[in-house]
């Protein structure tokens, strides 16, 4: 006969697996409704659903914020996942064009992770980090995850890159900032400048560095031998061990340094000042058609914050034969470029990422010259018109916004667009497009804008990628 008590205890049985059911079913309507609301929703339910974090307890979410954490949070564990792998990739590298590929996305997938960690981190404990600056530091995530797998394709080890570049990063990272962006509100926007034309993010004394005659240098590069270093990354790595973390001034004095420079993305603060674009030229020639990626072909790139650049020209001498041969590649948030120069033919200045500002800058190129997925303004610039090679067309922009959330573009504002001296005498041959689509969400404005005589009516393209 069974007893009162047994009765009570199946009872409360019954009703622990009932309510803990009711939960379980509570928790996933909660789960499904957020994630419908992403892009992607399938591996958003995946992850919420069967991923165990620390911080993620199974109760219900019950605001966006709380949602974007999670997000994030998933997208840092799969990129380190993916990062890890690519490290164990390494030993079976065949070929120099497999081990270029991956040695970009190991970098990649380093500056992925830092700009995850700071948005997450931001967001959480520093008042001064807004809404906007997550989705620009997120929008570089994405960013650096596409020109991961745009290197393998250039140079065509696509199989062999694939594998450790999963979709279900990029689509984490868009889910984040498609989440961010409902958070976004007016006081978010930062496009506001001062009246000496800089925005705001530029300091008094950043400007008075920027307007100055003469600046008091930390260290001197000079190829005669009468500085600290007779090269540029010399003088870089010795900065980038130093203890303060204030603004950093090297002077690069009259010459031409044949060499490939990296600021690193933990070497803050640094303003490169030359002695004006006719003097202080820093050049190499890497190329696709040599063996590297357009990423990192770049004769100089640029990863820490707040770099400065004065005075300066960056060359690529590989020729117009040799395909893309960037001089600057830039992912260096809110950083300045003053009075530069920027030579190359196809791929000349890669805007990757970030917030960037270009003024009084002189910019050369044929193909695709001005290209990237930054938040980037170019002002008071004097863009110049190459002589490509025969068939050819020369495309001036090719911004590469892949996602409908990412916070990019190209700005060309009250600059001017002149055929170069080369291009002048046979100027009816080629034609000239203003820009083109590389991706799917690619946007730039030009106004204010003086278009020279380029043989016919110049145009925005809509030619396809490559």
């Given at each position: 006969?069974?007893?009162?008590?047994?009765?009570?205890?199946?009872?409360?049985?019954?009703?622990?697996i009932?309510?803990?059911?009711?939960s379980?079913?509570?928790?996933?309507k909660?789960?499904?409704?957020?994630?419908?609301?992403?892009?992607?929703?399938?591996?958003?339910?995946?992850?919420?659903?069967?991923?165990?974090?620390?911080?993620?307890?199974?109760?219900k979410?019950?605001?966006?914020?709380?949602?974007?954490?999670?997000?994030?949070?998933?997208?840092?564990?799969?990129?380190?996942?993916?990062?890890?792998?690519?490290?164990?990739?390494?030993?079976?590298?065949?070929?120099?064009?497999?081990?270029?590929?991956?040695?970009?996305?190991?970098?990649?997938?380093?500056?992925?992770?830092?700009?995850?960690?700071?948005?997450l981190?931001?967001?959480?404990?520093?008042r001064?980090?807004?809404?906007?600056?997550a989705?620009?530091?997120?929008?570089?995530?994405?960013?650096?995850?596409?020109?991961?797998?745009?290197?393998?394709?250039?140079?065509?080890?696509s199989?062999?890159?694939?594998?450790?570049?999963?979709?279900?990063?990029?689509?984490?990272?868009?889910?984040?900032?498609?989440?961010?962006?409902?958070?976004?509100?007016?006081?978010?926007?930062?496009?506001?400048?001062t009246?000496?034309?800089?925005?705001?993010?530029?300091?008094?004394?950043?400007?008075?560095l920027?307007?100055?005659?003469?600046?008091?240098?930390?260290?001197?590069?000079?190829?005669?031998?009468?500085?600290?270093?007779?090269?540029?990354?010399?003088?870089?790595?010795?900065?980038?061990?130093?203890?303060?973390?204030?603004?950093?001034?090297?002077?690069?004095?009259?010459?031409?340094?044949?060499?490939?420079?990296?600021?690193?993305?933990?070497?803050?603060?640094?303003?490169?000042?030359?002695?004006?674009?006719?003097?202080?030229?820093?050049?190499?020639?890497?190329?696709?058609?040599?063996?590297?990626?357009?990423?990192?072909?770049?004769?100089?790139?640029?990863?820490?914050?707040?770099?400065?650049?004065?005075?300066?020209?960056?060359?690529?001498?590989?020729?117009?034969?040799?395909?893309?041969?960037?001089?600057?590649?830039?992912?260096?948030?809110?950083?300045?470029?003053?009075?530069c120069?920027?030579?190359?033919?196809?791929?000349?200045?890669?805007?990757?990422?970030?917030?960037?500002f270009?003024?009084?800058?002189?910019?050369?190129g044929?193909i695709?010259?001005?290209?990237?997925?930054?938040?980037?303004?170019?002002?008071?610039?004097?863009?110049?018109?190459?002589?490509p090679?025969?068939?050819?067309?020369n495309v001036?922009?090719a911004?590469?916004?892949?996602?409908?959330?990412q916070n990019?573009?190209i700005?060309?504002?009250?600059?001017?667009?002149?055929?170069?001296?080369?291009?002048?005498p046979?100027?009816?041959?080629?034609?000239?497009?203003?820009g083109?689509?590389?991706?799917q969400y690619?946007?730039?404005?030009?106004?204010q804008t003086?278009?020279?005589?380029?043989?016919?009516?110049?145009?925005?393209?809509?030619?396809?990628?490559?």
């Open positions: 006969m069974v007893t009162k008590g047994r009765l009570f205890l199946t009872f409360i049985l019954l009703c622990s009932f309510f803990t059911a009711l379980k079913s509570s928790y996933s909660n789960i499904n409704w957020w994630c419908n609301k992403t892009p992607h929703p399938e591996p958003c339910k995946h992850y919420m659903k069967h991923r165990q974090h620390p911080h993620h307890h199974r109760s979410l019950k605001h966006r914020a709380e949602f974007r954490k999670l997000m994030m949070e998933f997208a840092i564990d799969r990129v380190l996942i993916s990062q890890r792998q690519a490290k164990e990739h390494v030993q079976n590298c065949q070929s120099n064009h497999q081990k270029a590929a991956l040695k970009d996305c190991l970098k990649l997938y380093d500056n992925t992770v830092f700009q995850l960690n700071r948005t981190h931001g967001l959480q404990t520093n001064s980090c807004s809404n906007f600056d989705q620009t530091w997120l929008s570089t995530a994405l960013t650096n995850i596409e020109t991961c797998r745009t290197g393998s394709l250039e140079l065509n080890v199989d062999f890159i694939t594998p450790i570049t999963g979709k279900n990063i990029s689509e984490l990272i868009s889910n984040s900032l498609a989440i961010n962006q409902g958070l976004l509100n007016i006081q978010d926007k930062e496009n506001n400048y009246e000496e034309y800089f925005p705001t993010w530029v300091s008094k004394h950043e400007r008075r920027l307007l100055s005659p003469s600046i008091k240098a930390n260290l001197v590069v000079a190829k005669d031998g009468s500085g600290h270093f007779k090269t540029v990354q010399a003088a870089l790595n010795l900065a980038g061990r130093r203890r303060g973390t204030g603004r950093f001034v090297i002077h690069v004095k009259k010459g031409v340094y044949r060499e490939n420079i990296e600021v690193d993305k933990n070497n803050n603060n640094i303003m490169l000042v030359g002695d004006g674009i006719r003097n202080s030229i820093i050049t190499s020639s890497r190329s696709v058609q040599g063996g590297s990626t357009t990423y990192n072909s770049a004769t100089a790139g640029i990863d820490g914050l707040h770099f400065i650049a004065r005075g300066i020209t960056f060359s690529n001498i590989a020729g117009p034969l040799k395909g893309q041969a960037v001089a600057l590649r830039s992912a260096s948030d809110l950083s300045v470029f003053y009075g120069a920027f030579q190359g033919y196809q791929d000349t200045l890669m805007v990757h990422s970030q917030r960037q270009y003024k009084q800058c002189y910019i050369y044929t695709d010259f001005i290209f990237g997925n930054a938040a980037v303004v170019f002002q008071n610039c004097v863009i110049c018109v190459r002589r090679l025969k068939g050819q067309a001036i922009t911004q590469a916004r892949n996602d409908p959330f990019t573009g700005s060309i504002h009250n600059c001017q667009i002149r055929a170069a001296k080369d291009l002048i046979v100027v009816r041959n080629f034609r000239t497009y203003l083109r689509p590389w991706m690619s946007r730039t404005v030009i106004m003086y278009l020279d005589s380029l043989g016919e009516p110049i145009r925005m393209g809509s030619m396809a990628p490559n």
